[in-house]
Structures are given as C-alpha cells and as structure tokens.
C-alpha cells in the first residue's frame, strides 16, 4: 500500500460536515497532514476556526485567495495533495462533480486533480434514491471517482433509510484500503474477463440467446484497468458501450468464447467468468434458413462445454471466479456451483438484480463463507469484488 502522508479534505454543505472535525483529528492522529477546503454552503455547518484549530493549516474556501503564491489555488492544491477525499459529499456536490463543474475551489480543485478522489456521500434517503443522485453517482463511478458508503441508519431528518454518511473510523479505514487503489491495487495483473450473452445458431437467421446485459462484465473489465490491470475483454453480443480496455474480442457462440478464452488464458492471473455461455447448443445448425411447415418443429440440442470448468480445472489454473444467477435457493446453489467447478471466489445474484439494471446486490462465497455485499452500481460492485480478489491473492 502505498502510504497516504498528505490529502485535501473536501466539506460540502451537510449535517455532516460535524463528522468531518472528527475525521480530521483520526487523520491527524495516524500522521496524515489535511488541507481542509470547504464549499460556502459547508461554512453554514461547521466554522472553519473549528477545522482550521483541528487540522493546524489555515481553510481554503476561495479560488481568490490572494495569499496563495501564483494566485492559482486550485493548481497548487492539486499539485499537492495525494488524494482528495469529499466528506460530506452532498448530492448537489456530487451532481456538480458528475457534470465537470467547477464553480467554487473545492469543485474547480476536483476537476484539476491529477490524484485519486474519493468521496463519502451523506443526504436524506429520499435524495439518495432519486434517479438523478443515482444518475451522478454512476457516473462518477465510471469516471474512476471513489465511492465509501452511504450507510443505512438513523438520519438527521428522523427518517431511516440509505444516505447516512459512515462514521469517520469507517471512512479512515476505508481510505487507507483504497489508498492502493490510486491505479496500483491490480498493477502488474493480468486478467481475463468474459462478459454479456452467448448466441446459438439455429440457422443463419435465428439464435438461442438469453437476457444478459454484459454490463456486470463491462463494469468489472472497466474497474480493473482503472485499476491498473492488464484486462482482456471477450465479450458475446451486447448493446452498450464497450469499454476502455487493454484487449476486447468479439464472439457470438459459446464454442467460440471457448476458443477465444484458450488462446487467452495462458499467462493471465485472473479469469472472472462473468458471460452467460449457453448451457446448450445446436447438435448441427442449419446452413440454409428453415421454412415454416404445419408440423411441430423439434431442435436438437447438445450441451456446451462448460468454459469456467474447463479452466478452473488446468493445473497451471489461474485464480477462477464464477458468477452464479439464481431464482431461488440463491446461496445453496452458488456454493454448490463453486465446489463443482473448484473455484476459490464465486459471485451470487438473485436472477431478478442480475439483468440488465444498472444497480445490483451480490454476496460473495469463498472458502471463508459468505459475505454480503451492499446494494449499489455495478460500477461500486466491481470495485469490491476487485478488493476481494486482490486480498485473496495477496
Ligand atoms: N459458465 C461457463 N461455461 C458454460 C456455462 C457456464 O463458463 N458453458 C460459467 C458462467 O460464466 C458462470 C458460471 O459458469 O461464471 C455459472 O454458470 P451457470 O450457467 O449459472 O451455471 P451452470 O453450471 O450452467 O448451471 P445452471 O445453468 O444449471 O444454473
């Protein structure tokens, strides 16, 4: 882990901004300088006499700061800071930030970083779960941004719900884990990913295919080289964005993910078998297009070799995650699933979070047992399935 010596604490306006005098005294407790800069709305909260006696360094609030040497804080700033660390992030904050804003120092300090940023939302439930906060927050995800709660709990408003922003210990914690995450926590890996939906011929105009999305595969290829990863993407048919990666190869047919995933695999030190392969093919496709006829039609259909298997098999196996969908019994037939096909890591979604929404909830089962995920992006998801992996093979 890269050690954290100095970071930027970012205040917007919220309840929260009390935790943030806290969470400058735990960082300066463990050796962590902290350049506080708050938003207008933040001053409303807490002064910044309070923040300015806790964090020892006089607070930034203006991009007119007549004392900063070249006149130009929000660059001196980020030439500084390792991190930046919004908390509270507030969803007006975090939908300036998703727009690229920059109309006060602290947003204009963001959108010149050249350093990680992490932020910790807090807000009213009903401002978390409205679709345009929902909106923002994946795509700050998507940006690379760093996301540490909310969590679920009491609120300032008397309501319970998500948006509560996490105590300053969590969000210490939480920081220094994703302090290797500034581009090096999966650095020097290689990974192979395979993603979406596979399509059986039937004949040259018609295919057994199912629902999958691909974008839980897309948001795992996309976190990991953000995380440094080497990724290679084989990906079946999809219809969103394909995403920044290393490598991305096109199939249509589980034979063919088959293939692309053994000319791939060797030398690769992940294998995240996200895709939805067929479980069952055509015995033999049709070359010419069937014709429409009065009697009952029969396809015959034989199974496909099952990709993660096959690999996770190998004695020179690299380290095999499966995915699991179930409808029911959810957590018995993951488990079941892994001992199967010997996997050290399988993912579990009920079938219903699994297609095509942007928003899901995982539980991950190892030999460890189980452990739940929270609700979130599949963005936020792959973010900790990545830690996961990366802890269990450190
Ligand atoms: N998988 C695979 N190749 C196949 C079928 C599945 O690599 N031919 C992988 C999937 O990518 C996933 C895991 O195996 O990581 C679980 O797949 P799933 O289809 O849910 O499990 P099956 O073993 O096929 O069982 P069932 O369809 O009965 O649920």
């Known amino acids: 882990m890269q050690s954290i010596r100095q970071l930027v604490l970012g205040i917007s306006g919220g309840i929260a901004a009390y935790k943030a005098a806290e969470l400058t005294r735990l960082f300066i407790k463990r050796g962590i ?3 506080v800069v708050m938003t207008e709305a933040a001053q409303q909260f807490i002064t910044p006499v309070t923040m300015q006696a806790l964090s020892g360094k006089p607070v930034l609030h203006s991009m007119w700061d007549s004392s900063i040497a070249n006149g130009m804080p929000h660059i001196e700033l980020s030439r500084q800071a390792q991190l930046i ?7 007006d904050f975090i939908a300036k930030l998703a727009y690229g804003m920059a109309d006060d120092l602290l947003s204009t300090l963001c959108l010149a970083r050249d350093c990680p940023l992490v932020i910790a939302p807090a807000m009213n439930k009903q401002m ?6 929902q909106r923002n927050i994946r795509q700050l995800a998507q940006d690379g941004v760093l996301i540490l709660g909310p ?6 408003c008397g309501e319970h719900g998500q948006g509560r922003m996490l105590e300053p210990e969590q969000i210490v914690e939480g920081l220094l884990q994703l302090a290797d995450l500034n581009g090096n926590l999966l650095q020097g890996k290689r990974l192979l990913i395979t993603a979406g939906p596979t399509q059986e011929a039937i004949d040259p105009v018609r295919v057994i295919t199912n629902l999958s999305s691909g974008k839980m595969g897309y948001a795992l290829a996309e976190t990991a080289t953000l995380l440094g990863a080497e990724v290679t993407l084989i990906s079946g048919p999809t219809h969103i964005p394909t995403p920044q990666t290393h490598q991305l190869i096109q199939v ?3 034979d063919q993910m088959l293939a692309a995933v053994e000319q791939h695999i060797q030398g690769q030190d992940i294998f995240i078998s996200v895709a939805a392969v067929a479980d069952y093919k055509l015995a033999q496709a049709s070359p010419q297009k069937i014709k429409k006829q009065d009697q009952e039609l029969s396809l015959h259909l034989v199974p496909t070799t099952d990709i993660l298997a096959t690999i996770a098999a190998r004695p020179d196996a690299p380290f095999c995650v499966g995915f699991a969908a179930e409808t029911d ?4 037939y993951a488990e079941k699933k892994r001992r199967d096909k010997k996997l050290p890591l399988i993912v579990a979604n009920q079938l219903a979070d699994a297609l095509g929404l942007d928003q899901t909830k995982v539980t991950l ?5 189980q452990h739940d995920l929270p609700s979130a992006s599949k963005h936020e998801v792959a973010q900790q399935i990545l830690q996961h992996i990366a802890a269990m093979i450190s």
Do not use: F, K, Y
């Open 33 to 35: 300088a902290v350049q």
């Open 151 to 156: 969590d679920c709990g009491e609120q300032a």
């Open 128 to 133: 978390w779960e409205h679709p345009a906060t």
């Open 365 to 369: 089962l190892d030999d460890q047992g």
């Open 85 to 91: 660390l919004v908390a509270p992030a507030s969803a």
């Open 329 to 332: 019994d959810l957590l018995a």
């Open 252 to 254: 249509n047919s589980a």
